[in-house]
């Protein structure tokens, strides 16, 4: 008695295979973004936890100080003169 071998689509019909694909498709513009806001491009990683690591990362995005930026200007004291 022999089985047959998963299809490919039988593959994919698996949630858990659909986010990795999907994962391999965003892993590569998400580091790039965190490159250029001057962050570690390996909180991109997060996304390889399923359905966590897209908070994860998207945490990581907001709650972090963003070396790029220019510093915010001082506010003035006091009246216009």
Do not use: C, E
Request: charged letters at 10%.
């Amino acid at each position: 008695m022999t089985t047959s071998p998963h299809t490919f689509m039988d593959v994919l019909n698996n949630p858990l295979s659909q986010y990795y694909v999907s994962v391999l498709m965003i892993i590569v513009p998400v580091a790039r973004i965190f490159q250029r806001a001057g962050l570690s491009v390996f909180y991109a990683a997060f996304l390889l936890v399923p359905w966590f690591g897209t908070v994860l990362t998207a945490l990581a995005m907001v709650l972090q100080r963003w070396p790029v930026l220019p510093p915010k200007p001082a506010k003035q004291k006091g009246g216009a003169a």
